[in-house]
């Protein structure tokens, strides 16, 4: 009996013992673990250009004396008394970019003639002395409080170049006096997303050094997650013109030390960035809704069809499309520019709605993981742009596609839309697209949104099937869609 019991006891503690071991091996069965994502190829964003690259349009307002004068450039000379909107109301502004879609907007709170559009504690050359709310206005705190009241963020850009001030030319006085005036701007109004120095300066200007290390270190301390914008970064790069228009070949990717600012030798370097580049810095199309920068009379806001040539230019080469709508002298932006931005929204809203993409079935030439790994092409028909995507295996040999074969009816388009995971760097240089094994468009980067416009209209086909013919590391597709354009009428 003794014997009996101790053999009992004996079974249930060896039980007791392997039960954990057993029920790990069933866990193990169980919970599939994941494959990791694949390394980053770097430079990567940083979180706040990845932000900044999700917004695709944002609003530049030049406004200032020159709005008054009629000019572009304004001499330093002017009477701060002609600055005197009737009907001054950032408010809409704010209205005409919500309903644009528009997420940031960029005040010129100082051009070059030195006006500052805030009350500044080291000029009288400001609001302090125009009729304009009989000196006690503030342009700036009016715009900062209307954007937010809308939703949207605010940028400033505060002129390197000032043709007022006489402290320009002394070069400890003056990067006193600007640091100063970017110490106010960043201190009294809250977060600021951007802010943009401006490389321009007339070829007879003064000889100024400016301290841009002391600047951009100052920015950063105060504003942590601003981007900085000039010719040269350090966050966000110019394009190298003012037409809007990126390179067909766009890389965010460039060598900073290549480029200086207000240098007129890099613009195509600018233009097309550097896939060997060890900075992420991605471009800014500039650009103006009309020919000048500043509201004229006599001007009227660029049609509909070259607003989406450089919207195709810009953000469909992954690039930023900064679009000035300038106020008017009553302080409005102008009913005709409201009318033409809010067609620019709807044009592209009718664009890229309907995504027959998603009609589709889709196979890749192989998934990372395996079958039932997180990284195969369905995941570029999610609404996430960034961080599902299709992945192909490691062990593949190069001959890296993703095709989409229509399910019933068959897929008819005139654009494509191809997003990169940039999260994970920019990889692609070389990419083909094929409608039933015929090529309809080639393109070199993608970055994180590619638009193709047929150049031979409209297709209509079973299959269609996107080529990653070279690429930095395995290529990482987040996104693809097909669209009906019908504002596309190739010559
Ligand atoms: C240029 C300036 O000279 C223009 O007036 C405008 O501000 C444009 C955005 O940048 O360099």
Not at 47 to 55: C, D, G, I, M, V
Not at 135 to 151: I, S, T
Not at 268 to 275: A, E, F, I, K, Q
Not at 344 to 360: E, G, H, M, W, Y
Request: charged share 20%; hydrophobic share 35%; glycine share 8%.
């Amino acid at each position: 009996m003794a014997e009996k019991s101790y053999n009992y006891l004996h079974i249930f503690t060896l039980l007791m013992l392997l039960s954990p071991l057993a029920n790990s091996l069933k866990n193990h069965d169980r919970l599939k673990l994941a494959t990791p994502p694949p390394l980053p190829i770097l430079p990567l964003p940083s979180f706040s250009q990845l932000k900044w690259q999700q917004r695709e349009i944002i609003m530049f307002l030049h406004f200032g004396v020159n709005t008054f004068t009629d000019s572009e450039w304004g001499t330093g000379l002017e009477s701060p008394s002609v600055f005197y909107p009737t009907g001054l109301d950032p408010t809409q502004w704010a209205h005409t970019a919500a309903r644009a879609g528009i997420s940031l907007m960029i005040l010129t709170a100082k051009h070059h003639d030195g006006f500052c559009l805030w009350p500044s504690k080291y000029t009288d050359h400001s609001v302090v002395r125009s009729p304009w709310n009989n000196g006690n206005g503030d342009v700036v705190r009016e715009f900062v409080d209307a954007a937010k009241a809308h939703g949207i963020d605010a940028g400033l850009y505060l002129s390197p170049w000032d043709r007022h001030d006489t402290r320009y030319g002394h070069v400890e006085l003056y990067n006193e006096y600007y640091l100063a005036q970017l110490q106010e701007l960043l201190t009294r109004y809250g977060g600021v997303r951007e802010i943009w120095f401006d490389g321009a300066k007339g070829a007879n200007a003064t000889n100024m050094t400016y301290y841009f290390n002391d600047w951009f270190s100052m920015v950063k301390e105060l504003q942590s997650t601003i981007n900085i914008f000039s010719d040269a970064g350090p966050d966000i790069r110019w394009v190298g013109n003012e037409k809007g228009y990126a390179g067909s070949t766009c890389w965010s990717t460039i060598n900073a030390t290549s480029l200086s600012i207000g240098n007129a030798t890099i613009l195509d370097y600018l233009n097309t960035g550097d896939p060997k580049g060890t900075n992420w810095l991605p471009a800014e199309c500039d650009v103006s809704i009309r020919p000048g920068w500043f509201w004229h009379k006599s001007q009227a806001p660029k049609k509909l069809s070259e607003l989406l040539e450089i919207y195709y230019k810009s953000v469909g080469r992954n690039c930023l499309l900064l679009l000035n709508v300038p106020p008017n002298t009553t302080g409005l932006i102008s009913e005709s520019d409201v009318q033409r931005l809010s067609q620019l929204r709807r044009a592209i809203d009718t664009i890229f709605t309907s995504n027959s993409a998603v009609k589709c079935s889709v196979e890749a030439s192989s998934p990372r993981g395996g079958e039932n790994g997180n990284f195969g092409p369905e995941n570029v028909l999610d609404e996430d742009h960034l961080w599902t995507y299709w992945a192909p295996s490691e062990n593949e040999k190069k001959d890296y596609w993703i095709e989409f074969r229509a399910k019933s009816s068959g897929i008819k388009f005139n654009v494509i839309r191809i997003q990169e995971a940039i999260g994970l760097g920019q990889r692609i240089k070389k990419h083909e697209i094929y409608v039933d094994g015929i090529r309809v468009a080639k393109g070199s980067t993608v970055g994180y949104k590619r638009l193709h416009r047929l150049k031979m209209g409209v297709v209509h086909g079973n299959s269609v099937r996107i080529k990653i013919v070279k690429a930095k590391g395995i290529p990482l597709i987040s996104s693809v869609g097909f669209y009906f354009d019908p504002f596309w009428k190739p010559k």
